[in-house]
């Protein structure tokens, strides 16, 4: 029996079809701009937002940052970039939280009386310790 090239190329285009395991498995203690991670206390999938939890997430913490204004909210990991972009997608947005996404990982802060410019510098801070 010869085997085509055309199995082989398909082959080869299915080994990375299977699911993958992110290369961040948790909320980094440091994150640019001057915040560090106080707390990070693993929750349960109650803990994320209704509208985004049917996305089965693979870990949920609660996180706590302290800096130059201190950071609270829901620190989600999705099984891969995909499921957390439609997370993104998903969620009932309002201005009591400001989630954001970068790979698997999705955030949702709390934004009750904190500044745009400090929720902004904080989701750079993230962009930049997560690769």
């Known amino acids: 029996m010869q085997i085509s090239r055309r199995t082989v190329f398909l082959l080869i285009s ?3 079809c299977g699911p993958t395991i992110p290369a961040v498995m948790e909320p980094p203690k440091l994150i640019h701009g001057g915040w560090s991670r ?6 349960t999938v109650e803990a ?3 509208s985004v939890r049917s996305l089965n997430p693979l ?3 609660r996180v706590r940052y302290v800096g130059p204004q201190d950071m609270t ?3 989600i990991l999705y ?3 995909t499921v957390a972009f439609e997370a993104i997608q998903k969620i009932n947005k309002g201005p009591a939280i400001r989630p954001f ?3 698997a990982h999705f ?4 934004a009750v009386n904190k500044p745009q410019q400090a929720l902004g510098d904080f989701q750079e801070g993230v962009a930049k310790a997560i690769p």
């Open 38 to 43: 106080d707390s990070a206390e693993e929750a």
């Open 107 to 110: 955030v949702v802060l709390d």
């Open 14 to 16: 299915m080994a990375g």
């Open 73 to 75: 909210g829901v620190w």
């Open 59 to 61: 870990k949920v913490w």
């Open 101 to 103: 996404q970068r790979g």
């Open 48 to 50: 994320v937002p209704e």
């Open 79 to 81: 099984p891969n970039e």
